[in-house]
């Protein structure tokens, strides 16, 4: 069974630019979470999609935005970048999203120059 | 909002010896509390976790225990090894698809 799959794992972005980020869940997960991590700040919760809807959302600005597709694959979007967006961007899946293990993917490392 | 706490940081310990690390959250309607290990350059993986209808729950060296009363939870390593070096992540949700992870502990532990 194919873990969760990140592209691109690498990226270099300048300041003002966009981004999007793609997620691949394991085949029969429904549920799509995306977190930032950053060091000393941990991870830190974006969004989570289940069934192509939004279920939940963290505390970042609406320059950060997702979705789901109808086979549960995902992609986030960072507009306007900032310096302050370089992180590791985290995408986990699971079954159902209702409390049970998250997979993981390895992640998106961001630069913003 | 949610908040998740954890503590310490970083700790350090001798091969050997025990390591405990503590969180606490502040959403009362949380009931899941699972924790990650985070290895140098890997992914988090799922080590353990706990419901909040138990109190305490182990797995060979690794134990958890709750206390819903004081909203806090806590990971205890016994007879650590160095490969249990790492970061580890606590979090806390309910029954959502909202995990809220706490800000992580560095484990070294020295042979």
């Known amino acids: 069974k194919a873990g969760v799959t990140q592209t691109p794992r690498y990226l270099i972005k300048t300041r003002g630019q966009q981004v999007t980020l793609s997620c691949s869940p394991i085949s029969g997960h429904r549920s799509v979470s995306w977190y930032q991590q950053t060091p000393g700040q941990g991870l830190q919760f974006l969004f989570e999609?289940?069934?192509?809807?939004?279920?939940n959302k963290g505390n970042f600005p609406g320059r950060f935005s997702g979705r789901q597709f109808s086979n549960s694959r995902s992609e986030m979007n960072v507009s306007t970048l900032e310096l302050g967006d370089s992180a590791l961007y985290l995408c986990a899946s699971s079954l159902a999203g209702d409390g049970g293990e998250l997979f993981f993917g390895e992640g998106s490392r961001l630069t913003v120059l | 909002g949610e908040n998740v706490e954890q503590h310490p940081s970083t700790l350090s310990v001798q091969e050997g010896d025990s390591a405990v690390i503590k969180c606490t959250y502040s959403?009362?309607?949380?009931?899941?509390f699972p924790w990650y290990k985070q290895e140098l350059g890997k992914r988090p993986q799922l080590i353990i976790d706990i419901r909040s209808n138990v109190g305490e729950k182990k797995d060979q060296r690794i134990a958890v225990t709750l206390n819903k009363t004081a909203k806090h939870f806590s990971l205890h390593i016994t007879e650590t090894q160095p490969e249990d070096s790492a970061v580890y992540f606590c979090a806390a949700s309910s029954n959502t698809g909202k995990l809220i992870f706490g800000q992580g502990t560095t484990l070294q532990v020295k042979p």
């Open positions: 999609y289940f069934s192509e809807t939004q279920r």
């Open positions: 959403d009362s309607a949380s009931n899941y």
